[in-house]
């Protein structure tokens, strides 16, 4: 009887341990089989840092339409940790963009030689440090995702907002464990609009009663486009500001123009704009500060020759040599109707799109090896991975952002509206004017915010829980130029914190 007892009592222990380990430590999982990234090629550091997962959903049956996420998992504490979609902008960019060259887990060295697989070493200011991310190539025919029907490819905002919506529903049944998660919705560029009108399916999804029920809690926007007007009329005030004009062709195009500069029609603010163009055509729309590649040679001398070079606390490796965005020729903001591609914007151009080089992610992304380890169709089935696709027919139509924003805020949904503010692709000043255009009050006054005792911006905080920030020495994509100060913004704003 003793024995029994002992043995039983032993049995009892041991259940007690394994429950208590398994709801203190872990995180219950129904990821789909096969989804699990387990080793990723040019990757020599050992285990990931966190659990990734990375795989399609098919958002349309019929059509065999497919998008491509991958799924990183927070490096802290992915049961409760916010859980954030990322979308990259064009229309026509792919999201690892944002993965390779900005805040995923790893930064990429190139292999230096043609042909030779990029090395990555672990990113000391990924965003999985404080929540997991989802990357998301939206829509079909961007990046890794595709469809069976190529009149897929003819599509525009609301489209392209309603497949990202059945993408999170469908992504949430293949990931339940995630449905209590804080849930965000952040991108830059022409994501301006991709996120704005996502949320609005998400919020309209909620209010329908629509399962699973998803636990949105806010949305970000770096950089991003957002009303025609606004964008338009930003230009011509940032590069005066900047000293890129002077101040008498400013107010010869200010007089001219009347501050209508983006659809200027006299002669006479056609002929001021013209001499605003000339004096900035020769820099790096994407940021100022850096310089402009016109060809296809490398400045190699400002290429490290190894990581270790770098020291450990640098930015993250400098593998491309221009910045990636929404690259409308200067004046000419997103109107309704169709939007030309990146492609034909580099065939309108004199000289081709600027500073545009995207060797490192290419070649990573169209290894079969890589494509296998992520679980994405080969590039014989798909093709090659492009950073910005020519392959869509894509029409702004969902209007001006504002009225999203004033929705979306209004009902208490927080916003974090950010800007490098040497970014002369959108500028910082049209998106600190549409931001106040809202008529919010104003909380927390125009003030400096801080990163290791160093400005690292200035913030201004709004009622509704609007917040405009801008990011001091960045450029168009933010945690590319300025990665530590972009993981600490977010990371607050995350937390409820000021920044």
């Keep these: 009887m003793a024995s029994s007892v002992s043995s039983s009592s032993s049995t009892f222990l041991l259940l007690v341990v394994v ?3 398994y709801f203190a430590g872990s995180f219950c999982r129904a ?18 840092p966190s659990k990734h997962y990375a795989g399609y959903v098919t958002v349309d049956e019929s059509h065999g339409r497919r998008l491509f996420y991958y799924l ?45 697989l ?30 069976k029907n190529v009149s897929d490819y003819e599509t525009g905002d609301l489209k392209t907002a309603a497949d990202s919506h059945t993408f999170l529903l469908k992504w949430f049944q293949l990931y339940p464990e995630f449905l209590k ?23 309209k999804g909620i209010h329908e009663g629509v ?7 806010g949305y970000m926007v770096g950089n991003g486009v957002c009303d025609t007007a606004f964008d338009g009329n930003a230009l011509v005030p940032f590069a005066h500001g900047m ?25 006479d603010c056609e002929e001021a704009l013209s001499k605003v163009d000339t004096a900035v055509e020769e820099l790096n729309i994407y940021d100022i500060l850096e310089p402009c590649y016109h060809g296809t040679n490398v400045n190699k001398s400002r290429v490290p020759q190894s990581f270790k070079d770098l020291g450990a606390t640098s930015k993250p490796l400098p593998v491309r040599t221009r910045m990636t965005g929404r690259a409308w020729p200067l004046r000419a903001p997103v109107r309704d109707g169709r939007v030309p591609s990146w492609q034909e914007l580099a065939v309108s151009a004199p000289s081709g799109v600027p500073c545009m080089s995207d060797v490192v992610a290419t070649a990573w992304l169209n290894n079969d090896n890589v494509r296998s380890a992520i679980h994405a169709e080969p590039v014989s089935s798909i093709g090659p991975w492009l950073l910005c696709t020519d392959q869509l027919d894509f029409r702004h139509d969902a209007g001006s952002m504002i009225v999203y924003h004033k929705n979306l805020t209004s009902q208490g949904y927080p916003a974090l509206i950010y800007s490098g503010d040497h970014d002369m692709c959108v ?73």
């Design 211 to 217: 399962k699973p029920a998803i636990n949105f809690k």
């Design 19 to 21: 429950a208590a380990a």
């Design 181 to 203: 998660n804080p849930f965000y919705i952040a991108g830059e560029s022409y994501a301006g609009v991709y996120v704005p009108t996502l949320s609005h399916e998400v919020v």
């Design 31 to 48: 990821a789909p089989a096969g989804a699990q990234v387990t080793s990723l090629p040019g990757f020599a550091g050992g285990k990931l």
């Design 72 to 116: 990183v998992e927070s490096e802290r504490d992915p049961a409760k940790d916010p859980l954030v979609l990322w979308l990259n902008g064009g229309p026509g960019c792919s999201s690892f963009d944002g993965f390779v060259y900005e805040h995923g887990p790893f930064n990429f060295e190139s292999g230096g030689s043609a042909g030779s």
């Design 427 to 499: 500028p910082h000043t049209g998106t600190e004017a549409w931001t106040s255009s809202l008529g919010y009050g104003v909380i927390d006054s125009w003030r400096p915010w801080f990163v290791n005792e160093q400005v690292s911006g200035y913030t201004q905080g709004y009622e509704k829980g609007l917040t405009f920030a801008t990011i001091k020495g960045a450029g168009h994509t933010v945690p590319e130029y300025k990665p530590q100060e972009a993981l600490a913004f977010y990371s607050r704003w995350l937390a409820g914190s000021k920044l």
């Design 243 to 267: 000293a890129l004009i002077s101040e008498d062709i400013y107010k010869e195009a200010n007089t001219a123009c009347q501050g209508n500069y983006w659809n200027g029609s006299s002669a």
């Design 118 to 147: 990029p090395k990555l070493h672990l990113n000391p200011y990924s965003w999985s440090k404080v929540s997991s991310v989802i990357y998301l190539d939206s829509p079909a025919g961007v990046g890794l995702s595709y469809s």
